[in-house]
């Protein structure tokens, strides 16, 4: 029995996203979002659970924006509540790219302090976009709690994310500056610092709030 091309079709392009080679699973995606089904939604999300390479899951990811919001967006609502940890964060780093704001209800603080950090920093980027007019503060006071989190990628994702909140993040901030912890007191001190100056580099930016902690300084105060 021959099987109509567009079934064919559909056939090939699940199969390509199963491949062995990265490159062919490339190629499969490419082609689902050139050609956007609602039949592939549930692979598409599926594969971006367990795909192992970072510029095949980006292509997933933009096949998945092709599809209408509303067939996508309760998928991968689902998927943030996963027990695997690449689940939850490709399927946050998704909702962030399509930017239905409906979703946020989805970012709890659990997940903007979830243990993994690469889920975690999905979820700072996915807050930013989505989080209503209005509520940025009360985002800000919980992103604040993680500063001093992590390695340099981790904190500068956490940076990055304060700043695109604009000035409401800044009493956050200029608490965290007075933090107990000095991890804590240096982060916020750089952050304070890309605020003030965008060109400058995250790395010198820390390493100067390190030697402001270690004299016993802190950031700006509120507002200035």
Known sequence: ???????????????????NSSSVRLR?????????????????????????????REMLTWALTRHAASMTVPVLLDEVRSERA??????????????????????????L??????????????AVVLV????EHELAVVLATQLGR????TQLSLSRALIALGEVMLPALGAATRDLDPRVRAHAIATER?????????????E????????????QQEGQ
């Open 132 to 135: 209503p007019e209005g509520e």
């Open 28 to 56: 499969a995606a490419l082609a689902v979002g050139t050609t956007p089904d609602p039949e592939f939604i549930g692979k598409l999300i599926e594969q971006c659970a367990i795909e192992p390479e970072f510029y095949v």
């Open 86 to 111: 690449q689940a939850r964060s490709q399927a946050l780093h998704t909702l962030s790219k399509i930017g239905d704001r409906q979703a946020w209800p989805a970012i709890t603080p659990a997940l």
């Open 113 to 126: 302090s979830d243990a993994d950090d690469e889920v975690a920093r999905s979820a700072w980027r996915a």
């Open 150 to 153: 992590g390695e340099r990628e």
């Open 194 to 206: 890309l605020w003030r100056d965008p060109n400058a580099g995250f790395e010198s930016a820390i």
């Open 1 to 19: 029995m021959t099987l109509p091309k567009e079934d064919a079709n559909t056939m090939r392009a699940l199969q390509g996203l199963e491949n």
């Open 208 to 219: 100067e709030a390190k030697r402001i902690v270690a004299l016993g300084g802190a950031g």
